[in-house]
């Protein structure tokens, strides 16, 4: 007996090691999703200077078109990302469900039957339902964020990505973007609204004393993760 209760103690702790040993994001069971890369694209070499031919324009030297002034165009060029996100839902739903039905019988009034109770002989039953619910939610994000062009594709669509990080005295922001701009859609100042990125991926995230007093301890956690109801 206390063989087996000692077994199950190690279980149990074991199991709450290894919960505690997973990131706040993990989960209790299955694969861990591969964490999303927002690191800063570096340009590419440069392509070898040809030697001068004696004009004035020279190709290697690099160039801008004039209908393209300072915007991002190449891997490794910086881009401003204005954060315009607000969203908002709100969903309810309702449903009622009644039902009935009944039997009964009618004994005969002569014979021996007749000293049977006619309400003994009856038999009805229903059941109803009803239910409700509704939810609400919105959420708003704004700010700057300045990232770079990571890959440029053949129809001129460019793969942006990039993160800020703000070191405060209790703890650190972070906010990470990444997603697909069109050329077009930038504007001189070589900015673009977030709400013009395709397949955007925005996380705002933060740890320190303040993200970590938000969060539910590892104990409570695991209670909840295993819980039945």
Do not use: C, H
């Not at 077994?7 to 069971?29: E, H, K, M, S, W």
């Not at 954060?83 to 309810?92: D, M, N, Y």
């Not at 990505?161 to 001189?188: H, W, Y």
């Amino acid at each position: 007996m206390k063989f087996t209760i000692g077994l199950l103690t190690g279980a149990a702790i074991a199991a709450v090691l290894a919960f505690t040993a997973q990131p706040a994001r993990a989960q209790l069971f299955g694969k861990k999703a591969p964490r999303e890369d927002y690191s800063v694209a570096l340009p590419v070499a440069p392509v070898p200077v040809s030697p001068a031919n004696g004009s004035i324009f020279q190709a290697g030297d690099g160039y801008a078109a004039l209908y393209e002034g300072t915007r991002a165009r190449r891997v490794g060029d910086p881009l401003t990302i204005v954060l315009t996100e607000r969203t908002s839902a709100s969903k309810s739903s309702g449903s009622q469900l009644d039902s009935g039905g009944g039997f009964s019988l009618t004994p005969p009034s002569v014979g021996p039957l007749a000293i049977v109770d006619p309400n003994a002989l009856k038999l009805s039953g229903g059941r109803n339902f009803k239910g409700s619910g509704t939810a609400d939610q919105s959420n708003a994000l704004s700010g700057e964020i300045s990232v770079t062009v990571a890959q440029v594709f053949p129809n001129g669509t460019m793969l942006v990505q990039g993160q800020k990080r703000v070191t405060l005295n209790r703890g650190d922001e972070f906010i990470q973007i990444k997603g697909i701009v069109r050329p077009s859609d930038i504007d001189a100042s070589n900015r673009i609204a977030s709400t013009r990125v395709a397949d955007a991926r925005i996380a705002y995230t933060g740890k320190g004393d303040v993200a970590r007093a938000g969060r539910q301890g590892w104990l409570s956690r695991f209670f909840q993760a295993v819980s039945p109801f």
